[in-house]
């Protein structure tokens, strides 16, 4: 087993400081990305036999949020010329509508109803980070020349569940765990544990990163994850042909509702809710 997972858990001592839950969460979700990036870039140099420059470890480490190193040290310059006014456009818009909607929205409905409220503030931040921020990251570093990729590739159009985790949704995450949790379970058992053990490993990656911090509501992550493993094995089964769920209902099914047990009441309340009220004027 890699060593990293053992180290994985140190990052769950930031929760013991008496910081408030946003800085532990953010603490926590910072320590467990360097740590995947640290392997990921141990494992390219490895593998590409030649070590970057200190320059580019540190703009991988500060300037890109993705995890394929492969893709983030190759260059071209012809890739700067691929990228279009249009998802300029985009990202920006994204960017601003996450802007809107956490600082605006958010505490406005706040005030009315503080979980829904709370909801409203992830949504932006996600909005404003993952689909804007990182939007415009990625076509930052493609006029660079680099061969990198959105992180967040239309989530909205998931044909199944296995379409949703695995080409669509935080594809940053998804390159780490099919290099290093889903391909060496796979040589050891067979693609459907592998595929199990994936999910189970992001649903422990995510109890650190949102339940820890928010002292509460532990398992819940867990067992959204081990959902999403059983509607991916699902959707493949014969059962699932002979009943003819549309793919896009039963994603929509699986993975929206149930979010709520992932980002439960505890971590939007005592993590989420926060940032909404230092948003807010006295």
């Known amino acids: 087993m890699p060593a990293w997972v053992f180290v994985l858990p140190v990052s769950a001592l930031w929760a013991l400081a008496h910081w408030p839950p946003w800085l532990v969460m ?7 990305l360097v740590i995947l990036k640290a392997t990921v870039l141990a ?3 490895k593998a590409a036999h030649r070590r970057v420059s200190f320059f580019e470890v540190l703009t ?19 890739l700067g010329t691929q990228v279009s006014a249009g998802e ?61 990729q959105p992180i967040m590739h239309a989530p909205l159009l998931a044909t199944s ?13 998804r390159d780490f765990a099919n290099a290093f949790v889903l ?17 189970v490993f992001s ?22 994850f081990l959902l999403q493993a059983w509607g991916a094995s699902f959707e493949r089964s014969a059962f699932d042909k002979r009943t003819g769920i549309p793919g896009r209902l039963f994603t ?13 009441p505890p971590f939007v309340l005592n993590v989420i809710l926060p940032l909404v009220a230092m948003g807010t004027p006295s």
């Open 203 to 224: 649903g422990l990656v995510h109890e650190l990163a949102i339940s820890v911090p928010a002292r509460g509501g532990y398992g819940l992550p867990t067992a959204y």
């Open 183 to 199: 391909r060496p379970l796979a040589r050891r058992s067979n693609a459907r544990w592998a595929m199990w053990g994936c999910f």
């Open 43 to 45: 494992d390219f140099q």
């Open 88 to 148: 300029w456009m985009q990202a920006v818009g994204k960017t601003g509508v996450g802007l809107a909607l956490l600082l605006l929205v958010a505490p406005l409905v706040a005030r009315h109803s503080p979980l829904a409220g709370g909801w409203v503030a992830m949504v932006g931040i996600v909005m404003l980070l993952h689909f804007g921020g990182f939007h415009l990251l990625a076509l930052g570093w493609r006029c660079a020349g680099r061969a990198v």
């Open 60 to 78: 991988w480490y500060l300037a890109w949020p993705g995890l394929n190193a492969r893709d983030f040290f190759s260059k071209s310059p012809l």
């Open 252 to 264: 929509i099914a699986i993975v929206g509702p149930p979010a709520f047990f992932l980002f439960h």
């Open 26 to 32: 953010t603490c926590i979700a910072l320590s467990l």
């Open 161 to 173: 569940v296995g379409d949703f985790w695995s080409n669509r949704w935080n594809l940053a995450f």
